[in-house]
C-alpha cells in the first residue's frame, strides 16, 4: 500500500476519483469532497479565525503574507504519525495550502523521505492534465485517463451546444472569485467561461486571479455576473451576490449568479466540469437538455432580472 497525505481539496478529489482514495491517510480540513474524505486524519489547519467577514479574511490574509507569517499549520506529529510515502501539494498559491518549503521542511525534519508532487495546474487543460498526473503517481493511470476522456466527452458535448466564436452572440460573463473587495477570477476559469458558451470580461486564462474595482467589473460591459468567492458553498455565495445587488455596486439590469465556488469552480478538479455545465445552463439556458442535479450549484441572487441577453 502506498500511504498518501493530501494538502489540497482538489487532489483528495482526483484520488478518490482515479481509485486512491483507499491509500489517502491524510488529508486538510478542507478536505470535505468525497464525504470519505472526512474519515481521513488531518494533517493542515488553518491560522484564520472563524467567522470573519469577507473584508476581514482579505485584511488578515494581507496582514499574515506581508509578515511573512503562514496561513496554514501542519500538524509535523501528524504527518510523521502516518510515515506517507507521496505528498501531494501545490506551488501555485500561498493563500491555498501550506508552502510547499514547510512541507520540505517538515519532512527533513522528521527523517521522512516521501516524495512531495506539486500539482498546480492554471488552465482548464491543465487541471485535465493533472489528473492523468495523478494518476500516474499512483499506480492508477488507466482509471486516471478513462476520467479524463470522459470529461473532455463532456466539455465537447457543452461546446457543440453553445455558441462558437464565431456564431450566435455569446453573452459576456464577470466572474468573481471575491467581492470585498472585489477580485477577478482568473487561472481556469475563463477558460470554462468561454466553454460555456460566454465570453469572459474579468480574468486571464492562465493568470492569478487579481483585486479590480467596481468600476472597472462594470467597465467591462457583462451580461452577466457570476460570484463564486474562494472557499464558499452555494448558500454563503448567495449571502454575498445579494449583498452585491443591495450595495447597488452593479446597473440594475446585469443578472447576478451566485455559485457553489468550493464544488465546481476555484478547486481544480474533476468537478469543474460541472461548472461548465452550470454557467451553460445560466448563459443558455434552451441549448442543452435541463440538468436537475446543476440546481445545487446555481442560484439567481435575489432581485436579479432574467437571464442574459448578449449586449454585442
Not at 1 to 21: C, D, W, Y
Not at 94 to 113: M, P
Not at 159 to 172: E, L
Not at 197 to 211: D, F, H, I, M, V
Amino acid at each position: 500500500m502506498v500511504r498518501i497525505v493530501s494538502l489540497l481539496p482538489s487532489t483528495t478529489e482526483i484520488l478518490f476519483a482515479v481509485g486512491a482514495g483507499e491509500d489517502l491517510v491524510g488529508v486538510t480540513f478542507e478536505c470535505d469532497y468525497p464525504p470519505e474524505a472526512r474519515t481521513r486524519r488531518i494533517v493542515s489547519t488553518s491560522t484564520l479565525a472563524e467567522g470573519m467577514t469577507p473584508t476581514q479574511i482579505d485584511a488578515q490574509v494581507r496582514a499574515r503574507l506581508a509578515a511573512g507569517e503562514d496561513l496554514y499549520r501542519l500538524d509535523e506529529a501528524a504527518l510523521g504519525d502516518l510515515g506517507p510515502d507521496l505528498i501531494l501539494t501545490q506551488d501555485l498559491c500561498a493563500v491555498c495550502a501550506v508552502d510547499v518549503a514547510n512541507v520540505d521542511a517538515a519532512l527533513e525534519h522528521l527523517g521522512c523521505d516521501g516524495r512531495v508532487l506539486t500539482v498546480d495546474p492554471s488552465t482548464l487543460d491543465e487541471v485535465l492534465a493533472s489528473i492523468a498526473t495523478v494518476g500516474a503517481a499512483t499506480g492508477h493511470h488507466q482509471t486516471a485517463n478513462e476520467l479524463v476522456s470522459t470529461l473532455r466527452s463532456r466539455l465537447e458535448r457543452v461546446t457543440g451546444a453553445v455558441p462558437s466564436q464565431s456564431g450566435r452572440p455569446r453573452p459576456g460573463v464577470a466572474v468573481l472569485e471575491w467581492t470585498d473587495p472585489p477580485f477577478t477570477a482568473g487561472h481556469w476559469v475563463p477558460d470554462m467561461v468561454m466553454a460555456a458558451g460566454a465570453t469572459p470580461t474579468l480574468g486571464r486564462a492562465g493568470q492569478r486571479s487579481e483585486q479590480t474595482t467596481w468600476a472597472h467589473v462594470v467597465g467591462g460591459h457583462p451580461d452577466v455576473v457570476v460570484v463564486a468567492p474562494c472557499g464558499y458553498g452555494l448558500a454563503g455565495a448567495a449571502d454575498l451576490a445579494a449583498e452585491v445587488v443591495a450595495a447597488n455596486h452593479l446597473p440594475t439590469d446585469i443578472p447576478v449568479w451566485a455559485v457553489d465556488a468550493d464544488a465546481a469552480f476555484v478547486r481544480p478538479g474533476p468537478r469543474l466540469v460541472d461548472g461548465v455545465e452550470a454557467l451553460a445552463g445560466i448563459c443558455h439556458p434552451d441549448a442543452l437538455p435541463a440538468r436537475p442535479d446543476l440546481a445545487s450549484l446555481v442560484r439567481p441572487a435575489a432581485s436579479s432580472p432574467d437571464p442574459p441577453h448578449p449586449r454585442r
